[in-house]
């Protein structure tokens, strides 16, 4: 726990971090499954993947809920970490819009 609090990490704030990850992991799983072939389609997609990471972090998030402004940033970071899953799984399983 002492190199723990070297680094400046506080140990309070590792399980909301993970959590936060955790949804990230379900946001970029949730969307592989719904990638397809159509790009604009996909783009499209993402917009409404960042609305759901929004209402999400808004109602139940980790570090602050019912504050507009810490959610798009809690929701900027599940997407980013959500899309992060989701190219790391279509490079693993293949990736519907380059036909593999």
Do not use: C, H
Not at 7 to 22: C, E, H, K, S, Y
Not at 53 to 79: C, N
């Amino acid at each position: 726990m002492e190199r723990l609090q070297r680094t400046g990490i506080d140990a309070g704030t590792l399980p909301a971090t993970g959590a936060l990850v955790w949804r990230g992991i379900l946001l970029g799983t949730a969307l592989y499954l719904l990638i397809g072939e159509d790009a604009e389609a996909n783009l499209k997609l993402n917009g409404v993947s960042y609305i759901v990471a929004l209402v999400w972090a808004y109602y139940d998030g980790m570090f602050i809920r019912r504050i507009w402004a810490m959610a798009f940033v809690e929701a900027a970071f599940m997407l980013l970490i959500g899309v992060q899953v989701a190219n790391l799984l279509a490079a693993v399983f293949g990736n519907p819009m380059l036909g593999t």
